[in-house]
């Protein structure tokens, strides 16, 4: 059946005598149409929306990526994780020196060394770049953050790589 077999005349004019108007066939399965999906839509919203409120911090383990350090060292994966702003130590010792500063999130860990016990409770420093240097300009700011300090659990995070030996 065709639209124009579908065409039926309806309605009355203003002056109160009716007049042919033209309506095609499908006003009524259009509108319930979009009443429908519209309906879904607001009952589906809500729970989707909690559920990516509770969800929390995201880290994943990316392959493919490439980050070569100071050292000559080449990482082709790496972790992908929300993070605090970090001092950036030139090595992993509680007390060492702060070479940068990491002031992004989420950022990119290359691999893990374990070192001092820190605030967090465990031993896991997580190899990195910072994003602003601050001291050693010629590592450009390569070093380590405390694990606490990155929304990982557990410590080392599974599939990250412990870190090779200088």
């Known amino acids: 059946m065709g639209v124009t077999e579908m065409t039926r005349t309806t309605g009355m004019t203003n002056e109160g005598t009716s007049a042919p108007r033209e309506r095609h066939g499908g006003g009524r399965r259009t509108a319930g149409a979009a009443l429908l999906a519209a309906a879904m839509t607001a009952m589906f919203l809500p729970a989707t929306a909690s559920a990516t409120a509770s ?3 995201v880290c994943y383990v ?3 990526v490439r980050h070569t350090d100071v050292k000559g ?3 082709t994966k790496d972790l992908y994780c929300e993070n605090a702003v970090a001092d950036v130590f030139a090595t992993p010792e509680v007390y060492g020196t702060v070479i940068a500063k990491l002031k992004t999130s989420p950022s990119w860990f290359v ?3 374990s070192g001092d016990l820190h605030q967090g409770g465990n031993r896991i420093w ?3 770049q910072g994003d602003e240097v601050t ?3 010629l590592w450009k700011g390569w070093g380590y953050v405390p694990a606490f300090r990155i929304e990982t659990e557990p410590d080392p995070f599974p599939g990250v790589p412990a870190c ?3």
Do not use: F, L, Q, V
């Open 55 to 57: 969800a929390g911090p």
């Open 62 to 64: 990316r392959d493919g």
């Open 73 to 75: 060292h080449t990482y």
């Open 111 to 113: 691999c893990w060394e």
């Open 126 to 128: 997580y190899y990195t």
């Open 135 to 137: 001291n050693w300009p």
């Open 164 to 166: 090779m030996p200088s």
